[in-house]
């Protein structure tokens, strides 16, 4: 059996997958399953599928569901999956390869778990948006006001989620899918979660690159995924993450019309954010979170 399942949901960005089953499929830990579900996904899919060639990924087709195909999703969970763990990864999103080494260490200690979410900005460096499940006033944000996981950052164990009372399910309208499902695990007090201070991937946002073709969606995720390979990528991308943090508490608390003193104060929070990150190897470690791999 398989140590991980990772389960990668499809409708329109079968062009896109070829990036983010590439970055699942160089993962430090390779214990793992990889089941592709598609909502209502074009046929292509199939061939991109086919083009990579590898064992583990499995690819369950279905007619367009409700919302976001949630059904489809619980089904696979319910009745296919074999991981002790259960990963997410968005068909346009990518994995650092550290990603399931770090999940699978967490997981090991609570029933839900997740990292930092990066978000890759078009205007600016990439910015992080922070999250820390340990902390009960951050799980009660999550609970009642807004998401802080992207459902690429997420997981939990199997036997966890067959315990939940739905599970995946038609997300009403208005609503985010994966914030949804979130708050059936953090509304359980039994519910182990934690966070790790740490980046392990990158999202590419919809909304910014609405006027992208999924071809020029490549480009970008394969450039990234250039650079994640070269030697020096962490350093670097630590700066950048911390420079386009800063920028983007700059651009929103300003469009809030926040005074100099409250828009000092949220920028140097978010600056701490990212400078409990640029020693993210050595929290690991000293957690005992991660004893190998890439950071």
């Known amino acids: 059996m398989p140590k991980v399942t990772v389960l990668v949901p499809t409708h329109d960005h079968c062009v896109t997958l070829k990036a983010s089953l590439g970055s699942a499929l160089v993962q430090t830990m390779q214990d793992l399953e990889i089941l592709v579900v598609g909502d209502g996904a074009p046929d292509e899919t199939a061939a991109v599928i086919k083009r990579i060639g590898d064992r583990r990924i499995k690819y369950f087709p279905h007619a367009k569901g409700p919302r976001t195909g949630e059904i489809y999703r619980h089904a696979l969970l319910t009745s296919e999956a074999q991981g002790e763990f259960v990963c997410y990864l968005s068909d346009d999103d990518l994995w650092l390869p550290n990603h399931l080494e770090t999940m699978c260490a967490l997981l090991s200690q609570a029933d839900f778990a997740a990292t930092m979410t990066v978000f890759v900005n078009l205007d600016f460096a990439p910015f992080v948006i922070p999250n820390y499940l340990q902390d009960s006033v951050n799980r009660e944000f999550i609970l009642k006001i807004s998401n802080r996981i992207a459902l690429t950052t997420a997981g939990h164990t199997l036997s966890f989620y067959k315990q939940l009372p739905y599970g995946w399910r038609t997300t009403p309208a208005g609503r985010w899918t994966d914030h949804y499902m979130w708050q059936q695990f953090l509304s359980l007090p039994e519910c182990r979660a934690l966070s790790a201070p740490v980046v392990t991937s990158l999202k590419f946002p919809d909304p910014p690159r609405k006027q992208m073709s999924n071809n020029e ?79």
């Open 217 to 295: 969606r490549l480009e970008e995720m394969e450039h990234w995924r250039k650079r994640i390979a070269e030697p020096d990528f962490d350093a670097i991308f630590a700066k950048e993450v911390l420079e386009g943090t800063i920028m983007h508490a700059a651009h929103n608390h300003s469009r809030a019309k926040l005074s100099e003193l409250e828009l000092s104060e949220k920028v140097e929070e978010q600056a701490a954010v990212i400078k409990m990150l640029e020693g993210q190897l050595e929290q690991l470690r000293n957690l005992d979170l991660l004893s190998q791999g890439k950071s």
